[in-house]
């Protein structure tokens, strides 16, 4: 059985080391160096404070399965109602599951923080498994920038996915006390 629960600083030696495997042992990340445990906190730290879920699941034994994370899609103010997610999961724990309830349980916390669209970079070749969790929880394919990642060696496409959250596009965000729009979710 597993918890999903926000992440803790004490959870980051756990999720340094699976995001460490991702980088040097797959495709799903085009990072080529994995992060110190210090570059992962300033990572958790920067992501929680600008209001981003951070998540984890956790064995009732206390270890960590797996995370799941938000950050901006894009640097411009005009996109801040926008999240795209990142999903990790220890090699023990995959094919369990385990991401699509890591999944649910963001979409379900981006929603409740405001945001309003959830976007999904998959790298492929390699990302069948998670283009299709993705698609099983709402996310329609919405393009491909062909062989723009290098790494191991080889080319590697960027498929990427979009959900709307909650509202979605149907109504502006709620404006704040004043009648305006608000600065930030």
Request: charged share 15%; aromatic share 10%; glycine share 10%.
């Amino acid at each position: 059985m597993s918890v999903i629960r926000p992440a803790r600083p004490a959870d980051l030696e756990a999720i340094t080391a699976i995001y460490a495997d991702a980088v040097e042992n797959s495709l799903v990340t085009w990072d080529y160096d994995a992060p110190t445990i210090e570059q992962m906190r300033r990572r958790y730290e920067d992501r929680t404070a600008e209001g981003y879920p951070f998540i984890v699941s956790e064995t009732t034994a206390g270890s960590i399965q797996g995370y799941a994370s938000g950050g901006p899609f894009h640097p411009q103010s005009g996109f801040r109602f926008v999240i795209e997610n990142s999903i990790y999961i220890a090699a023990q724990y995959r094919r369990q599951g385990l991401g699509q309830l890591l999944l649910q349980a963001l979409i379900e916390e981006a929603a409740n923080r405001g945001f309003r669209h959830m976007i999904a970079g998959i790298s492929m070749p390699g990302g069948e498994a998670s283009l299709a969790f993705h698609e099983a929880l709402g996310f329609k394919n919405v393009g491909t920038l062909p062989s723009v990642g290098w790494k191991h060696g080889q080319w590697l496409s960027a498929v990427y996915l979009h959900r709307a959250l909650g509202p979605g596009s149907t109504s502006p965000p709620p404006l704040t006390a004043t009648g305006s729009l608000p600065e930030s979710r």
